[in-house]
């Protein structure tokens, strides 16, 4: 699948989206739903970086393993964490993608 620079300012839209959401749950004093979209908010940055590095590399020359939080889709290259530091998952639950 070919991948669409377009695509990137979709994800920008959405983390202002996300912000917003921050703000409201501020504003109603929701703290856990503020740190959950803290912490997706964050989870779409990485995506975001990995993304623009992907677009980078269009025909995917650099080979590069993933790993894919199963409970908050945290990814990392090269090798996971030893727990995800979103939710705390064990490195064993990450699911590799090459
Ligand atoms: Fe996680």
Redesign the pocket.
């Known amino acids: 699948m070919a991948l669409n620079p377009t695509d990137l300012f979709d994800i920008r839209s959405l983390l202002t989206d996300e912000e917003r959401m921050i703000q409201d749950a501020v504003a109603e004093n929701e703290l856990e739903a503020r740190h959950s979209l803290e912490y997706a908010m964050s989870i779409e940055m990485i995506h975001a970086k990995l993304f623009k590095k992907a677009l980078e590399d269009p025909k995917g020359q650099q080979q590069t393993a993933y790993y894919i939080?199963p409970?908050?889709?945290?990814t990392t290259e090269g090798k996971p964490p030893k727990k995800?530091?979103?939710?705390?998952?064990d490195e064993k639950e990450f699911v590799e993608v090459t």
């Open positions: 939080c409970v908050c889709g945290n995800c530091p979103y939710c705390g998952v």
